[in-house]
């Protein structure tokens, strides 16, 4: 990893992170309605969650990590639940999605900081 790499790999990932956190949390929300609500419902998580892999791809474009294949594999298991109507079980995989972005973001701080690009101050 360089260091225009891992700029974009904390950037990236720090932005997917938060979509990640989002989602999930609006998925555990939108399981609770029924009826003819929850196919509108539904599509708004699904397409949050397309919206975010959009950026996934573009992480993987510009930030190389293998992990990117392993959060797009999980939220692909994210979106086949979803469509299953298994909202809340969707929560699961974004959350694997999230931890394997994680590890891309710490990867990509220890380079940066190893390169003394990260200067932390006392306060």
Not at 42 to 49: F, K, M, P, T
Not at 68 to 76: F, I, Y
Not at 90 to 105: E, K, N
Request: glycine letters at 8%; aromatic letters at 4%; hydrophobic letters at 45%.
């Amino acid at each position: 990893m360089g260091t225009r790499e891992a700029i974009f790999a904390f950037s990236q990932g720090e932005k997917i992170k938060a979509g990640l956190i989002w989602a999930s949390q609006l998925m555990g929300i939108l399981d609770s309605t029924y009826g003819g609500e929850r196919h509108e419902t539904r599509q708004v998580g699904r397409a949050l969650i397309e919206m975010i892999q959009q950026d996934v791809h573009l992480a993987r474009r510009v930030a190389a990590d293998e992990l990117w294949e392993e959060v797009g594999r999980s939220m692909d298991k994210a979106l086949a639940m979803i469509d299953s109507g298994v909202m809340a079980g969707s929560v699961s995989h974004l959350t694997a999605a999230l931890s394997h972005v994680t590890t891309i973001v710490q990867r990509a701080m220890q380079f940066l900081d190893e390169q003394g690009m990260l200067k932390i101050q006392n306060s």
